[in-house]
């Protein structure tokens, strides 16, 4: 809107005509040639004086991680839809593994190492539906950060440390309601190898999806990487597509794999039990017939290594994966951050048109032609009333007490204040504070209490 004026080229009217009189100005000038100035040599001394001797944190890095990692506790306890939730399906998943595969024949090996997997995945999937919380988390961190609240690395150690507690007691009750009903070794060594990976496999492929969380732009990126990990990890397992298949310029993604260390390690702790390190097993010579014993024939059908110390490299590396990832995840939160809006988009300032987005708040829009819209400037009217200035003085209100009747409780207790014609007066306070209750007592509107 407009007022109308006498038309003159010299009037600036946008902001860009505005912009290039202030560039024109002696104010401008006088500005830059502050700007690029030599710095004042007492600015310089209450720089040294005051500023540097500030450190950047407050706390140094070991209160800093502790208090990041109980608040990242507390968190993470009070979300108790996604505790409830992810206990019920750890539970409801274990329990249809384990009962459609109960029991099974040790000599299967191609459904041995099929549940293997899929209690590989199972573990693995889980964390990538905790993106969105982790993309969350960002938007804050971000900016906690500037503020200079703690160092990235607290950050990233306290989401790592969260993480542990929620991965142990995951693999554990899943680990055991899949172990003993599907009818693995029965050796507490063998169980407590296989929950370890499990574990560690948690932790990692956790450290995987918050790296995506960390290096993604926004969710929409992030869920769709995330989704192209899973399908490469899920291919170069080792199960779906054998070790010997996969050709010789893709076999580096096979050994880089996560899964496939934890799927390969867990085969090994299997079977290479001393129940399966025998020739004849069920009636059949394995020795005779292919020239290994029991165990070192299953793991042969699927191309997975025989010997014991695979099982060992199988959890350094899955440590050291989970480093990694983390490592990564500081680099991406310390030295590449999405701080600034994503898409922003200028509306053309000689549009003629008005915007179509509005907010809550609705003004009249311009007409469809483009044209100025005219407003007339005229002096203001006579205001047809009467100025009331509203003053009280020790006011007090008082309800019974619901415990004891014979007891009052005070809600105004000798309250002052005056209220002027013309002006606002503004009442402040915290929720609960008696804001409404003193309003509501001026205005005669209570019908209990005295």
């Not at 609240?149 to 507690?165: G, Y």
């Amino acid at each position: 809107y407009e007022v109308n004026s006498i038309p003159s080229s010299s009037i600036p009217r946008s902001a860009s005509q505005f912009a290039d009189v202030f560039t024109r100005s002696a104010i401008y000038q006088h500005m830059m040639e502050d700007l690029h100035g030599p710095v004042h040599p007492s600015l310089i001394e209450d720089k040294a004086k005051h500023i540097d001797p500030i450190p950047e944190f407050h706390q140094n890095f070991w209160d800093s991680t502790i208090r990041v990692v109980q608040r990242q506790i507390t968190l993470t306890t009070r979300d108790t839809a996604f505790l409830v939730g992810r206990s019920v399906m750890v539970i409801l998943m274990g329990l249809l593994y384990s009962s459609v595969f109960y029991q099974f024949d040790e000599t299967n090996a191609q459904l041995v190492m099929g549940i293997i997997f899929n209690a590989v995945l199972f573990v693995s999937l889980g964390q990538q539906a905790q993106i969105p919380m982790f993309m969350a988390a960002r938007e804050v961190f971000y900016k906690q950060r500037r503020a200079n609240f703690f160092r990235t690395s607290s950050f990233v150690l306290s989401n790592s440390v969260s993480q542990i507690p929620l991965g142990f007691a995951e693999s554990l009750v899943f680990g055991s309601i899949v172990y003993w009903m599907c009818g693995y070794v029965s050796t507490i060594e063998a169980f407590l190898l296989f929950e370890l990976m499990l574990f560690m496999t948690n932790l990692a492929m956790a450290a995987w999806f918050f790296f995506l969380s960390c290096a993604s732009p926004d969710l929409n990126v992030a869920n769709p990487m995330s989704m192209v990990s899973i399908l490469f990890f899920v291919l170069f397992a080792g199960f779906v597509i054998t070790k010997e298949q996969i050709p010789d310029y893709l076999i580096w993604i096979y050994w880089i794999n996560p899964m496939a260390w934890s799927v390969r390690a867990l085969a090994v702790n299997q079977y290479t039990d001393d129940s399966f390190d025998i020739c004849v097993y069920n009636d059949v010579d394995y020795c005779a017939s292919y020239n290994m014993t029991m165990g070192e024939y299953s793991l042969s059908t699927f191309e997975v290594p025989t010997e014991k110390f695979w099982l060992w490299y199988g959890m350094v590396f899955m440590a050291a994966a989970y480093v990694f990832f983390m490592f990564l995840s500081y680099i991406s939160l310390e030295y590449h951050r999405f701080e600034s809006p994503e898409n922003v988009t200028l509306d053309n300032e000689n549009k003629g048109n008005a915007s179509d987005d509005y907010g809550l708040m609705r003004t009249p829009r311009s007409s469809q032609g483009g044209g100025e819209t005219l407003v007339p400037v005229a002096p203001d009217s006579e205001k047809h009333f009467i100025p009331v200035t509203i003053a009280f003085k020790d006011l007090w209100y008082s309800v019974p007490d619901p415990a004891n009747p014979k007891e009052t409780i005070d809600l105004l207790k000798g309250i002052s204040g005056y209220a002027l014609p013309g002006t606002i007066t503004a009442l402040m306070g915290s929720s609960g504070a008696g804001k409404t209750t003193l309003m509501d007592v001026i205005a005669g509107r209570k019908t209990g209490g005295k």
